[in-house]
C-alpha cells in the first residue's frame, strides 16, 4: 500500500532553515510528481510546491518563492523541501502528497506531517 | 483569504443530509478545472473523498457525493454518522495564479 512518512521538522529560530523529508513506498516513486503542502495551526491547507516525476520541473507558491527548495532522490525513493530563511509565518504541519497522474490536478496520498515551529 | 470560499461551518442531526458548497471563480473552477474533495479528522492528515466533481476513490461510501455548476461546487453527504464530523476542503486548479493548486478554506461539520 502506498506509504508516505514526512521528517525532519522542530522547532527552529527565525532565519535559520531546516530540511525535510518524505520516503515514499508502495508505488513506483520515480513515475510520480510529488506535492509539498503545508497547514498552520488552526488554519486550512496551502499548497506550498510541487516536483517533477523527473525532477526536471519544479514550482512554488509566491509565500515561498526564494526561500524554499523542493527536491528528490529517486534511487532512495524520498523527496525534500529545504526550507530557509524560516519566518514565524512558516509554522505549519508540513504534508507530503502525491499527483495521481499528469493531467490530475489534486493530491490522492497524504503523508501523516511534520510539525515545523519558527520561534525565538 | 482563500482563493475558494466555503461555509466555515456547517452542521445536521445523525441520518440527515447536509451539503457544503465551494465558490470559485472564472480562473479556477469557472475555467473548467475539477473540483476535488478532502476530508480532515481531528489530529490526521487530509484524506481524499471526492476527486473529478464526482467521483469516489475505492472505500469512499455512496452517501458521499460531489458536483460542479458553473463556478461552484458542492459536497454532498447523506444518511450523517457521527464520524463523519471532520473538517472538508475543496480544490481546483487556478490559471491565474503561479500559486495554482489552490484551496477552500475549510467547513467543519458538526454532527449534532
Known amino acids: 500500500q502506498v506509504q508516505l512518512v514526512e521528517s525532519g521538522g522542530g522547532v527552529v529560530q527565525p532565519g535559520r532553515s531546516l530540511r525535510l523529508s518524505c520516503a515514499a513506498s508502495?508505488?513506483?516513486?520515480?513515475?510520480?510528481?510529488m506535492h509539498w503542502v503545508r497547514q498552520a495551526p488552526g488554519k486550512g491547507l496551502e499548497w506550498v510546491a510541487i516536483i517533477w516525476h523527473d525532477g526536471t520541473n519544479k514550482y512554488y507558491a509566491d509565500s515561498v518563492k526564494g526561500r524554499f527548495t523542493i527536491s528528490r532522490d529517486n534511487s532512495r525513493n524520498t523527496l525534500f523541501l529545504q526550507v530557509n530563511s524560516l519566518r514565524a509565518e512558516d509554522t505549519a504541519v508540513y504534508y507530503c502528497?502525491?499527483?495521481?497522474?499528469?493531467?490530475?490536478?489534486?493530491?490522492?496520498?497524504w503523508g501523516q506531517g511534520t510539525l515545523v515551529t519558527v520561534s525565538s | 483569504q482563500s482563493v475558494l470560499t466555503q461555509p466555515p461551518s456547517v452542521s445536521g442531526a445523525p441520518g440527515q443530509r447536509v451539503t457544503i458548497s465551494c465558490t470559485g471563480s472564472s480562473s479556477n473552477i469557472g475555467a473548467g478545472y475539477d473540483v476535488h474533495w478532502y476530508q480532515q479528522l481531528p489530529g490526521t492528515a487530509p484524506k481524499l473523498l471526492i476527486y473529478g466533481n464526482n467521483n469516489r476513490p475505492s472505500g469512499v461510501p455512496d452517501r458521499i457525493s460531489g458536483s460542479k455548476s458553473g463556478t461552484s461546487a458542492s459536497l454532498a453527504i447523506t444518511g450523517l454518522q457521527a464520524d463523519d464530523e471532520a473538517d472538508y476542503y475543496c480544490?481546483?486548479?487556478?490559471?491565474?495564479?503561479?500559486?495554482?493548486?489552490?484551496f477552500g478554506g475549510g467547513t467543519k461539520l458538526t454532527v449534532l
Open positions: 480544490q481546483s486548479y487556478d490559471s491565474s495564479l503561479s500559486g495554482n493548486w489552490v
Open positions: 508502495g508505488f513506483t516513486f520515480s513515475s510520480y510528481a
Open positions: 502528497a502525491r499527483r495521481p497522474t499528469s493531467a490530475s490536478y489534486y493530491f490522492d496520498y
